[in-house]
């Protein structure tokens, strides 16, 4: 009979005594100590942060203002204002608009689609109406386009005819060819209209008629069948029988022309205090 060991509630209690000095459980910080305490309250390890002090910053040294921010901020007059811009050629001082630049006069358009002409700074200098040569130099034809009815071999516009056919016809209908079969994911072979589903790796219920049968128990391997015993047909042997090879308990199955061990139980027992500790000495 097979055997093994498990571990208990108690062996499993022995197991977390001996780790409770050794495995941080938590963490404390006290000012600027950080200390790992174990399972049973020891102290694992303690470290504690220097303290850090950030200078004020200045126009040659970093601190908690960088030196460049020091030297633009030591650059601005007390009581500087703001200027800004929201106008076109205007700015404005402490809320004031002033003008500062007054762009040409220049002749105004009426609604309508122009050329235009600007100056470096952006501003429109002139206005040309747009001609019909305008729009033929875009590539744009002058005259109307005229289309023929389409044909299978050029496009064109669609014949009365066309549209009849087209009328006759349901929303989302398809044509009568097959598009896809599968098997359990894997695509067939379309011919035509039809499909050949190969089946001849699949098992048939013939194939699956000799599965294991339990058929109950028998005191000893000589009580089991001699005749009429099918294939797949198990039956369970109480008692232990050294000549077959044959464990109290185990299961044998008949394969056609004998009969073969399966197996049977095995027993396990927990691990004992002393072997725990002997895994820790």
């Not at 499993?12 to 963490?27: C, E, F, K, N, Q």
């Not at 200078?55 to 908690?64: E, K, Y």
Request: charge should be negative; aromatic fraction near 6%.
């Amino acid at each position: 009979m097979a055997s093994d060991k498990y571990l208990d509630y108690p062996g499993l209690t022995r197991v977390i005594g001996h780790t409770d000095a050794v495995y941080g459980a938590s963490i404390s910080i006290a000012s600027r100590t950080i200390t790992l305490t174990s399972r049973d309250n020891s102290t694992l390890a303690s470290v504690t942060v220097p303290d850090t002090v950030i200078p004020v910053a200045t126009q040659s040294a970093d601190g908690l203002m960088s030196s460049g921010d020091k030297t633009k901020l030591d650059g601005i007059y007390a009581g500087a204002t703001a200027v800004a811009s929201s106008d076109n050629g205007y700015i404005s001082i402490n809320g004031v608009k002033t003008l500062v630049y007054a762009p040409a006069a220049q002749t105004a358009l009426a609604s309508g689609l122009y050329k235009i002409t600007t100056n470096a700074e952006g501003f429109v200098t002139a206005g040309t109406a747009v001609v019909k040569s305008d729009i033929t130099a875009l590539g744009i034809p002058a005259q109307d386009t005229t289309y023929s009815v389409a044909t299978s071999a050029s496009d064109g516009l669609m014949s009365s005819s066309d549209f009849s056919k087209l009328g006759g016809i349901e929303t989302g209908a398809q044509v009568n060819v097959l598009e896809s079969v599968s098997v359990n994911g894997s695509p067939l072979v379309i011919t035509s209209k039809g499909v050949n589903i190969d089946l001849t790796g699949y098992a048939l219920k013939t194939d699956i008629s000799a599965v294991y049968k339990y058929k109950g128990s028998v005191a000893t391997y000589d009580d089991l069948p001699s005749s009429g015993q099918e294939v797949g047909d198990v039956y369970n042997i109480v008692n232990a029988d050294e000549s077959h090879g044959i464990e109290a308990g185990e299961n044998v199955v008949w394969t056609g022309s004998a009969w073969d061990d399966l197996g049977g139980s095995f027993t396990i027992t927990p691990i004992s205090n002393a072997q725990i500790d002997a895994l820790f000495a």
